[in-house]
């Protein structure tokens, strides 16, 4: 796996996290990590032509599913799509909203 996709896959993963974490004062770490995490994606971006934001997507949701989190998880199950949700240029967008992302993973997901 080269670098740019662990870098979004790092940021999507904390953006799952958060969406499935049911307590939203323990799921705020998550979003502060994917905040920072975007916010370093976007101040050195990476070549779109280097990842593949579904393969990105994809192995972000495996990072989500950690053990640790499993009792805190509430809001969803994790059926997610497997396509990403977002494309490289909207995670990379000055107006790119965290909470807003974090509602719409929590959307498309099954909830059972």
């Known amino acids: 796996m080269n670098a740019s996709v662990e870098r979004v896959r790092d940021a ?3 953006l799952i996290k ?3 974490i049911s307590d939203d004062a323990r799921g705020l770490s998550c979003r502060e990590a994917g905040h920072a995490k975007l ?3 976007a101040g050195d971006p990476p070549n ?3 990842l593949r934001m579904d393969g990105a997507w994809t ?3 495996q990072a989500a599913e950690t053990p640790e989190l499993a009792a ?3 809001q969803v199950n994790l059926t997610l799509p497997r396509a990403c949700p977002f494309t490289l240029a909207e995670i990379l967008a ?3 909203d ?3 992302a974090v509602d719409h993973i929590r959307k498309i997901a099954s909830t059972g």
């Open 12 to 14: 999507l993963a904390e």
């Open 18 to 20: 958060a969406a499935l």
């Open 39 to 41: 916010t370093a994606l």
């Open 48 to 50: 779109p032509d280097s």
């Open 59 to 61: 192995l972000a949701i």
């Open 72 to 74: 805190l998880e509430g």
């Open 94 to 96: 000055p107006g790119f």
């Open 98 to 100: 965290v909470d807003r």
